[in-house]
């Protein structure tokens, strides 16, 4: 059986030609790139994208900067130079299939209002939405909210309160002492980073380099609580930490 040699090509045009299985309406692209779809092939150790060398190639203009090159069949396979222009990027988005393309068609909104530029605000930067929708979410709000009167638990003060949960503090900065005391303990940074036995930087699982090996052997046997913490009268002997008395 004879070796497998792929065949050379002498110029690119001829590298890329050879790529296009079918050219009825759409020139198809042989296996194309399984992520984007997208056709592409190597020339001289560099990477082409096959509808963009075909538009430089066939139109005889290279890719201004800034543009993108669009299909028009909505085929990512084809590499047809009629079935390719160039747009820039937000035109490209607007113009394809994906969720802004389809939000920027809508004319109503999901309650059916009309999107008229007097019905219109926008929000988080181009993101359209109901002024009617709102209006009436507000007038919903102000219904079912109601003033009550509480006592701060932090300063104790008496406050009153307008809405629909429950409010325990009367100021921001009260919100904020009651968040550092609900929040988890943590253990004091001076305890971090310290040996069980002696106190000295912890070299692995919490002891010194010389306490570790002393546990490693076996000939270590681990106080209740950290050494350090014991008061002065607390003595280490051998291996084993204890109290005199």
């Not at 988005?93 to 019905?119: D, R, S």
């Not at 919100?175 to 070299?203: D, F, M, S, Y």
Request: aromatic letters at 10%; proline letters at 6%.
């Amino acid at each position: 059986m004879s070796e497998y040699r792929p065949r050379k090509h002498s110029t690119i045009l001829e590298r890329f030609e050879s790529h296009i299985v079918s050219r009825d309406g759409c020139w198809l692209w042989r296996a194309p790139n399984r992520g984007t779809g997208y056709g592409e092939f190597w020339w001289e150790r560099r990477r082409y994208l096959a509808h963009r060398f075909a538009y430089e190639h066939y139109h005889g203009v290279p890719i201004p900067q800034g543009l993108q090159v669009d299909h028009l069949c909505r085929n990512r396979g084809c590499v047809n130079p009629h079935h390719l222009r160039l747009f820039t990027l937000a035109e490209n988005v607007l113009c394809g299939t994906g969720i802004t393309a389809i939000n920027k068609q809508k004319t109503h909104c999901v309650n059916g209002h009309e999107f008229t530029p007097e019905n219109i605000y926008y929000f988080k930067g181009h993101h359209r939405g109901c002024k009617i929708c709102r209006h009436n979410a507000s007038l919903i709000f102000n219904r079912n909210a109601r003033i009550s009167q509480s006592r701060c638990v932090i300063c104790g003060a008496q406050f009153t309160w307008k809405g629909t949960r429950l409010k325990v503090t009367c100021s921001p900065s009260c919100a904020v002492t009651l968040g550092q005391q609900t929040a988890p303990r943590h253990p004091p940074k001076t305890e971090r980073g310290r040996c069980k036995i002696c106190g000295n930087p912890v070299n692995a699982k919490g002891l010194c380099g010389k306490h570790y090996m002393q546990n490693k052997r076996g000939t270590l046997n681990l106080p209740s609580q950290p050494a350090w913490r014991y008061p002065a009268s607390a003595v280490a002997t051998g291996g084993t930490t204890r109290r005199t008395a």
